[in-house]
């Protein structure tokens, strides 16, 4: 079954505390993104990825890290969350064809 | 800079009603991609129907069907015949390139509501 995998579903954490967002997807994609979330602002892209270690940043990038070691995985780091960071996020993948475009479930984020 | 639209933050349909919900893009690229996405309560994404820029004929999957106005800068999706399942937040969505690289431009979103 093709799908795109975030862990964890849910998270709260402390501000100032690493974190990391794991995605991973099984339909060997060459594009992978980082959106988030946020009531009244839609979706806005923090980090895409073309390929293996090529990533570009989009609309909000501050704040967050990426990495691109492997086709399948596209981890989303944040150093040191912020409560402005509280938020839905999304992982997506997609091939060549546009109509390929698959979301993960989502990771909702709260720094207190 | 890339741009999405949606005017429409609620709206309210009849079951078994036709309704259409407004997009607008702003792009100066050639080729693009526009999709719609359909987000029910429980949060995920769905992803429901995308137009190429070159696209002669409008796209339909089932009851969706999107009114691309190129001249217009617009794709209003359509969906037909409306049931209480429909009820979602739906998101416009663009991506340069005609769409392949996964880049998606979003808008707000409106948020539909089903009426029985």
């Known amino acids: 079954e093709a799908q795109v995998t975030q862990n964890p579903r849910y998270l709260i954490t402390v501000t100032g505390k690493k974190l990391t967002v794991t995605c991973s997807q099984n339909?060997?994609?060459?594009?992978m993104s980082w959106y988030r979330q946020d009531p009244g602002l839609g979706l806005r892209q923090i980090y895409y990825?073309?390929?293996?270690?090529?990533?570009d940043k989009g609309d909000v990038p501050e704040g967050y890290k990426v990495s691109r070691k492997e086709k399948r995985n596209f981890p989303l780091i944040l150093e040191s969350p912020s409560p402005n960071q509280t938020s839905l996020y999304f992982c997506?993948?997609?091939?060549?064809?546009?109509?390929?475009?698959?979301f993960g479930p989502g990771t909702r984020l709260t720094v207190t | 800079a890339q741009k999405i639209t949606q005017t429409q933050p609620g709206m309210f349909v009849q079951e078994k009603e036709a309704v259409t919900l407004d997009c607008t893009y702003d792009?100066?690229?050639?080729?693009?991609?526009l999709f719609w996405y359909k987000q029910p309560s429980s949060g995920e994404m769905i992803f429901l129907i995308y137009?190429?820029?070159?696209?002669?004929q409008n796209a339909t999957e089932g009851r969706y069907s999107l009114n691309f106005q190129k001249a217009r800068k617009s794709a209003n999706l359509v969906i037909s015949a409306s049931q209480l399942g429909d009820s979602a937040m739906y998101f416009c969505?663009?991506?340069?390139?005609?769409?392949?690289?996964?880049?998606?431009?979003f808008g707000k979103g409106t948020k539909l509501s089903v009426k029985p």
């Open positions: 997506a993948s997609s091939s060549l064809d546009p109509r390929e475009q698959y």
């Open positions: 339909m060997n994609h060459e594009y």
């Open positions: 990825s073309m390929n293996v270690e090529v990533t």
């Open positions: 792009t100066s690229d050639q080729s693009y991609g």
């Open positions: 137009q190429g820029s070159y696209d002669e």
């Open positions: 969505a663009m991506s340069p390139e005609g769409g392949s690289q996964g880049n998606l431009i």
